[in-house]
């Protein structure tokens, strides 16, 4: 494949070590000083783009693909709010997306890991429930994408808890992230149940960042072809 690297941060430089691994081909390396490389012309001469950036840069970065046809894999997180319009844009003009907030294989499974212990423990009230996600300092936002998938995912399953918070809550409808910048840590994610008697938790550490790479470029491979809204569930049948 043809790539066109939308962010060259650590985790574009991890990427680009990914898909040179793989055969693939880097076109274009496009930051801040080169987003003149984001007009339909260049992106047109690709066949995927992977999008790494910021919170503020990144819908304008999908519509900017989405003008050029270019099939679009999307890891920033914290533009969320706009998804409803990019969904909408990606089925009128059968474009071709896939986000994620994480795209770790682990993490992935991970969540359906997290999914399942909700569910088990609906009904076990005398359990509190609480997050904790330890992140770089220079990672942008607060509380991670990631995050947030897993505290929305126990907001489903557990009815008592009514909203996440960002921070620690005496307020039994609440679930507390707490969010911590610490380097030069990549990723850590810590669901706990604690009770009186005893206490459940399940954690992901990252060690690199090259299970990230490697889950945007399987994404960005299996995309190929595709029309449509995806996410990593798709990606990996979940």
């Not at 960005?220 to 072809?225: D, K, Q, R, S």
Request: with cysteine; glycine share 8%; aromatic share 8%.
């Amino acid at each position: 494949m043809k790539i066109a690297l939308i962010g060259y941060g650590k985790m574009g430089k991890a990427i680009e070590e990914i898909a040179l691994q793989r055969g693939h081909e880097i076109i274009y390396r496009i930051d801040v000083e080169s987003e003149d490389l984001l007009e339909k012309k260049s992106l047109k001469e690709t066949d995927v783009a992977i999008e790494f950036t910021t919170p503020s840069t990144a819908f304008h970065n999908i519509m900017k693909c989405f003008d050029a046809g270019l099939p679009l894999v999307c890891g920033t997180t914290g533009w969320y709010g706009k998804i409803d319009e990019v969904k909408q844009r990606c089925f009128k003009e059968r474009q071709s997306f896939l986000y994620a907030s994480n795209f770790s294989i682990g993490v992935n499974i991970f969540f359906e890991l997290n999914k399942k212990l909700a569910e088990l423990m609906a009904k076990q009230s005398q359990y509190e429930i609480s997050l904790e996600e330890i992140h770089h300092t220079q990672k942008k936002d607060a509380p991670s994408g990631t995050a947030i998938t897993l505290a929305e995912e126990i907001l489903k399953e557990i009815p008592r808890k009514k909203k996440w918070v960002n921070e620690g809550s005496t307020n039994p409808e609440d679930l507390g992230i707490i969010s911590r910048r610490i380097d030069p840590a990549p990723g850590t994610h810590i669901i706990r149940y604690t009770s009186d008697v005893d206490d459940i938790e399940i954690r992901h550490t990252a060690h690199s960042r090259k299970g990230f790479a490697l889950g945007a470029i399987t994404a960005a491979e299996w995309l190929a072809g595709k029309k449509g809204f995806f996410t990593m569930k798709d990606v990996l049948g979940l």
